[in-house]
Structures are given as structure tokens and as C-alpha cells.
């Protein structure tokens, strides 16, 4: 019989062994992929105001005050700062720490030197925000450390209050079980755990919550195996990891590394003495202890262990009832998770293109994005301001306006904010990606882009505005109106497009063929089917916020199509660079046709439906632009664009229910603060090289100059300019003084 028992026990032991050095040598754990935004990059005569500087630092949880020159600090004096950046691996290569001084003249960065030698440097890149992660299924999120990056104090402060006699024992402390139960016996409360952090990591690795006599002596002989193949730094390094430290909703945090960013916002080498004595005393009860819910019976707990460190001589007595005074100083909300949802759901969308889900969620691969955080902050601020000022009630009742915005960078094609809510933080339904709403005017430029790229049509040639009626197939003829519900003869082009006229783009589209249409709406990046219906020239298509961003940003780049890309570079876990993200562009309609759709969008807000955005505009920016409203006053659009931005907003309801906001009302108001906010620079005025811009005459569509009333100025692709003068510019070419005049005018340009 003892035999057999033996022969059992014997089998078991193998099993147990054999389990516990495979799981514990393979993938230990599932990590997370951790989401970056752009790096902020400051060089001489960058282009960045003191104050966007020092919202760049509080998002990267830099600690005001240089303290002795540790990573992750700052100070001011005036318009100089001297900052101390942290080390940090990008996709194309290490940045060191580094202390440096930055001074600003204004808006722009000054001088750059690095300290102490005051060495000029060209350019210094800052570790860059850490916005979202991609939990694996079961939701556990942690930041692996290793051991050379544990601070010492930590592991002093671990095996001080949980297990003293690590480095003794072989996986069991039977005396230090003892101790614990005398010391807590003694306190009054749980101060120290009887469990060796062997057994700890055993519990949380390998087996489950279940409490009985089996499991505790299960987890023993685990211990023990464990010991025996693993060595104890191996052993501590896996514990710091492993640990459970709290909850941020259905996601839980695991290890010191990311228990460091989750309660203080830093990584884990900036965690003062107070900190790590407060993260240690969690390990007992994260819910009894949470810092944010129960911040007094928190500050007990961590004060508890600041005495045990005196009492062992990891720490004066000073030295600890200094710290004792301090709070607890952990960030009011959850610096980790997902600051940006809106965002952080396009970067998913996109990654699911080329990677698997688990390995999203399992592989700790560290995304690179083209988040730009100051056009986040402003696009958030701009949205949540101006939806309060148009719906001042309650944003998270059921019938509340909702709205949308994104910025992209027109030179580069990347998408620099999203907002998905009129609460950016919450993490909702995403409005800027999966709304699909009805577009309305906003697609009558594609109309005029057509007419100008394959029709023949010049901005000045004439187009009828008056009523018509459409057949449509087995049912009574379509007969649209215009908004002000008169009509207007016959108009130039570019008028037609800057007023937004309804029966002027009804018969300039059915003149192309609204299948024309249809394909340049493809063409622009638009991809899926769309029904050739004539309703579809006024804007009967239900498109989300990011597809109207890609067909407008085709335009402003000129007739250059590019896939908006929210992700620059894929690193794995060891630092490998798996993927770059570069810009793709393939030319789809010709520059010269982009041009004059942007010089008409331009009319359209200098003196058509969007003239009143040229008010809050700052003096001399050139900028063009669109508003889109649909029926019954349902949805409010506005996309436009300068030199170095563009940006959609769309404001509406969830339940379709009409808002009362036209384009110009609504959507164009949010556009015009946010385009202030992040500073987007005048259109870029030169035209392709044959282009040519000429005056002419509105109401006869003939050339003109400047001086004749009713002269408006045009870009023309070279020849198709109008061939005959207005009577007035006949007059002044035949008048000897004028012809002087100008002779004299165009000596001196």
C-alpha cells in the first residue's frame, strides 16, 4: 500500500513539475499592445507656445520641479524651462535622457542647449504619450519589467512587509508565518502577510482563488518546485509582474510596472519613496486600500509600511515621518487607460488589417500613432464648447445633441484627433468612425470637381439655377428647390458652388451624368457601392465623418489620393520593428482641377454660405470649406481646409430627431473655433504651373479687370480663359491714362 502511495505522490510530483516548468519557460503571460501618441519634437523655431508646452509635460506626467536632475521633471523661469527627458526606444532608435533648456520667443522656440554645458542642439524628441492599450480577453493589462529596471528600494520595501527571509528560504518560511500572525495579532490589522512571495506567485500564476486544505498544500509543493528550477531572482521579477494592484473597470492591473502609471502617472524608476510604500501596502487588499475610494484607510496603510521600513532600517526614523506628512499624491483619474477612445478605436480598426486579435492582445506590441495630443485637446475643447453653447441641457440625456470632429494633417495624410462624443472621455458610441449620416451639400463639390476635371467647365462658365423637374422611374417627377426657395438665372460656376445652389447642381450634375459622379465620389477614396440617383447630387448618401475627411483630403492635397493612416510604426516587444506605415499617394484627378475646386470652396466661405466664418477668423487666413445641411434641418456639416490642416465636424442626433442647425449655424461655428485652436495656416496660394488667375466680369462671365465693378478674380487652367472683355475692361484697355497706369503696374510687380 505504501508503495502505491509513493508510486502516486511520486506521479503527482512529475506532473506538478513538468506543468510548472512549462508554463513558467513559455509565454508567461499575455500582454497587452500599448497605443503612443506622436512624439513631441522641439527644434530652434518650432512652432509651440509655452503654454501647449506645459500641457505636452502634464500629459507625459512630468513633475514640475527639476529634483536633482531626475527624468521626468521640470522647471520654469519665465520663458525658459529646463527639462530633464526620460530615456525612451523608439522604431528608429534609442533616445537617451537627456537635460536640456528650452527658451520660447512668443509662439515659437528660441534656443535649445543641453545642460550643463549649454551644447546648442537642433532637435529633442520627448517620450511620447502613452494613450490606450489592447487588453487581452480577459482583460488583464500590466507593463512587463525586468529585473535590472526594479528599483532597490521597491524590492526592499516588498520583502520588508511581505517576505523578509526571501532569499533564505526554499520556497516556505514556516517562522515567517509565524511572525506575521504575532505582528498582526499585535497591530490590530493585516500589516503583514504569512504567505513567501514564492507561494504568493504560485496562487495568482498557476492556481485559483479556491481556499481549502488541497489547494494551500498544492501551492506548497508548487513553491518548492519552483525554487528548484528557477532562481530567485527569476522568482521576484515574475511576482512584480504578476501581482494584482487594482481595477479601472473591467480592466485589471497587474505588476508594479504598470501600478506605477495607473496610480502615480510616471513609469516605475520616478516613484518616490512614499509611492512605492503605498503600491507595496496594496498588495494586501487593492479594493480595502484603494487610493482613490478610500483615500484614509489608503494613507494608514501606506504609513504602516514607511514604519516597518524604519523599524528594519531601510529607512530613518526621520527619514519616514517626513514621508508620513506627505499625501498620497496619486493622479485623480486613470492616466493608463484610454485617454482618447475615439482615436484608440481607429488605431484598432486599422491594426485588425494586418494583425490577428490575439496578437493585439497578446503579444506587447508597442504602437507608434500620428496622434497629435495638441490637436486632440483642441478638437475635444472645441466640440465639448461649442455643443454646450448650442444645447446648454444635460449631454447624457437620451435627446441631446451629439457631434463629431476630426483633424488630419493635409501634407502627410495622417489623421492628428478624433472625437467620437460630445464627452471625449467616454468611451461611447464613436460617432467620427461609425455614424453614418446623410452628407447633403457637403457633396456638391464633388459635382463642380467633376464638371471641372472631365466636363469641359471653367469657374466662370455659366450655369442655369432655374426650377426644374426630374423624372424618376415609376414614380412623380423629382422637383428640388433651393434653400431660400427662389431661384437665381443664370449663375458662374463658382458662385453656384460658393451659394450652395440646389437647381444649379441638379442641372450641372445631370448634364455630367450623376453616374460621373458617383465614380469621382469613389475616387476620392469613398469606397462602396453608391445608387446613381439624382437625389445623390444634393447629398441623399449616408457617409461617417472619417469618408467625408477622405474626400475632401484628397482635394486639398491636391488631386492626391491617401489612405488616412492613424499609425506610423509597429515595434514587437523586443524592439523589433515590424511594420512602418509611410505615406501611399496615387494621383486620381488632375492638380489643376483640385486647385479650382479649392479656389470656389474659398468663395464659398469669403462670401457664400460660409462668409460668416470669415469673422472669427484671424486677418489675412485663407481657408476653404463647405457646410452641409440636410432635410428638415437634421444634420449639421462643415468640412474645409487651410494649408496645414483639415477637419470635419458634424453635429446631429442619435435619434435623427431635426436639431434646427443649419451648416452654418451648427457645424461651422465648432470649425471655426477649432481651426483658431490649432493654428491652421492660409491655403498656399501658387497654382500649378499652368494655371493662371484672370479678372472677370460676374454677371457676363466675360474678362474683366480689377478696377470694373462686378469683378471678381478666377484661376484658369491656361486657355480656357473667357476670350472676350466686359464692356468696362474694353473701355479702360482703350483709355491712353489707363493703359499707362497699368503699363506702370506691372512694371513694378
Known sequence: MAGVFALVAGAYLLYLDSDIRVEFEGKRWSVPAHVYARPLELFPGAEISREQFIRELEGLNYRH???????????????????????????????????????????????????????????????????????PAHNEDRVLVVRETLPPLLVDTLLAVEDRKFYDHPGLDIRGLGRAVVANIKAGELVQGGSTLTQQLVKNYFLTSERSLVRKFKEALMSLLLELHYDKDDVLTAY??????????????????????????????????????????????????????SPERALKRRNAVLDILAQQGVLKDSEAASLKRSALGVTPGTPSAARFPAFADMVRAQLRRDYKEEDLRSEGLRIFTTLDPQAQWAAEQALERGLKELDPGDPARVQALQGAALVTDVAAGEVLAVVGDRRPRVNSFNRALLARRQVGS????????????????????????????????????WTPSNYDNRSHGVVPLFSALAHSYNLATVRLGLDLGVQGVRRMINQLGVEEEINPYPSLLLGALDLSPVQVAQMYHTIASGGFYSPLRAIRAVV?????????????????????????????????????????????????????????????????????????????????????????????????????DLSNRIGMTSLPLTPPENVEWHWIERDTQTLSVEQCPNAVVLPFVRGTEPALWSSCAAARRQNPVTKTIDWFKEWLN
Not at 487594482?246 to 524608476?269: E, K, N
Request: glycine residues 14%; charged residues 20%; negative net charge.
Open 442 to 477: 457637403i457633396v456638391k463639390p464633388v459635382v463642380y470637381l467633376t464638371a471641372l476635371a472631365h466636363g469641359g467647365y471653367t469657374l466662370a462658365s455659366p450655369v442655369d439655377d432655374a426650377p426644374l423637374a426630374v423624372d424618376i422611374d415609376g414614380g412623380a417627377p
Open 65 to 135: 520641479g527639476v529634483e536633482g536632475g531626475r527624468p521626468g521633471s521640470y522647471d520654469r523661469h519665465g520663458q525658459r524651462f529646463i527639462v530633464n527627458s526620460r530615456a525612451f526606444a523608439f522604431w528608429d532608435g534609442k533616445e537617451p535622457a537627456l537635460q536640456f533648456e528650452v527658451a520660447f520667443d512668443g509662439d515659437r522656440v528660441s534656443e535649445l542647449v543641453e545642460l550643463p554645458q549649454r551644447i546648442p542642439l537642433t532637435l529633442v524628441r520627448l517620450d511620447p504619450i502613452h494613450f490606450a492599450s489592447i487588453s
Open 240 to 293: 512584480c509582474n504578476e501581482i494584482y494592484l487594482g481595477q479601472d473597470g473591467r480592466r485589471a492591473i497587474h505588476g508594479f510596472g504598470l501600478g506605477a502609471q495607473f496610480y502615480f502617472g510616471v513609469p516605475l524608476s520616478e516613484l518616490k519613496p512614499q509611492d512605492i510604500a503605498l503600491l507595496v501596502g496594496l498588495v494586501q487588499g487593492p479594493s480595502l486600500f484603494d487610493p482613490r475610494r
Open 572 to 672: 514587437s516587444a523586443d524592439g523589433q520593428l515590424l511594420q512602418r506605415y509611410g505615406l501611399e499617394t496615387s494621383q486620381v484627378l488632375p492638380p489643376e482641377a483640385a486647385y479650382l475646386t479649392t479656389a470656389a470652396l474659398h468663395y464659398a466661405v469669403r462670401e457664400g454660405t460660409g462668409a460668416a466664418l470669415q469673422n472669427g477668423l484671424p486677418e489675412g487666413r485663407v481657408v476653404a470649406g463647405k457646410t452641409g445641411t440636410t432635410n428638415d434641418l437634421r444634420d449639421s456639416w462643415f468640412a474645409g481646409y487651410g494649408g496645414s490642416h483639415l477637419a470635419v465636424v458634424w453635429i446631429g442626433r442619435d435619434d435623427n430627431h431635426p436639431i434646427g442647425l443649419t451648416g452654418s449655424t451648427g457645424a461651422m461655428r465648432v470649425w471655426g
